[in-house]
């Protein structure tokens, strides 16, 4: 079993820390995005942590877009179980599922599931897992053969909910 810290995830990511110097013409602050006021960023130490300059997940109106995630423990950003897929499969879900309650809403109301996978043979076994997740629920969904997912994992999955 191989552990990635936080700090491996922003290596392979390219991600500066803070303190890192960063190869790029400084800006005005004023020029640049802010949120905006009608989204609302989610963020919780329960599931896990990006290492990359984005939210876990954020609500526009009343949906949730959930980022897409690795299969990374919550509490150390440790990789889960590399090379099984069923276990990176249930991390990434679990994870998934704690953003979605921490925002108020819940797996039954999840309208768009997209599935990164690194190989399609793996499908069988993520549709597997996925069907015992979802229950009799069944959101719109797309499944992707990716090549080369980040940290050369075997499966990433985003979401999009209702609230």
């Not at 990635?4 to 890192?20: E, M, S």
Request: net charge negative; hydrophobic share 45%; proline share 6%.
């Amino acid at each position: 079993m191989r552990f990635v810290t936080t700090a491996a995830v922003l290596a392979a990511l390219a991600v500066p820390t803070i303190g890192a110097a960063v190869d790029a013409a400084p800006t005005c602050p004023s020029t640049r995005p802010r949120t905006d006021r009608s989204l609302t960023l989610i963020r919780t130490e329960d599931a896990a942590i990006p290492s990359s300059p984005i939210s876990q997940a954020v609500i526009s109106g009343d949906h949730l877009y959930v980022s897409g995630f690795l299969p990374l423990a919550p509490h150390t950003g440790e990789l889960v179980s590399e090379g099984d897929v069923v276990a990176q499969t249930h991390a990434v879900l679990d994870n998934i599922k704690t953003i979605i309650e921490h925002a108020g809403s819940d797996l039954g109301k999840v309208v768009k599931v997209t599935l990164y996978m690194k190989n399609i043979d793996d499908y069988g076994t993520v549709n597997e897992i996925y069907a015992d997740f979802f229950g009799t629920h069944r959101p719109a969904r797309s499944a992707i053969a990716a090549a080369d997912i980040p940290l050369g994992v075997l499966v990433e999955i985003d979401m999009i909910a209702r609230l």
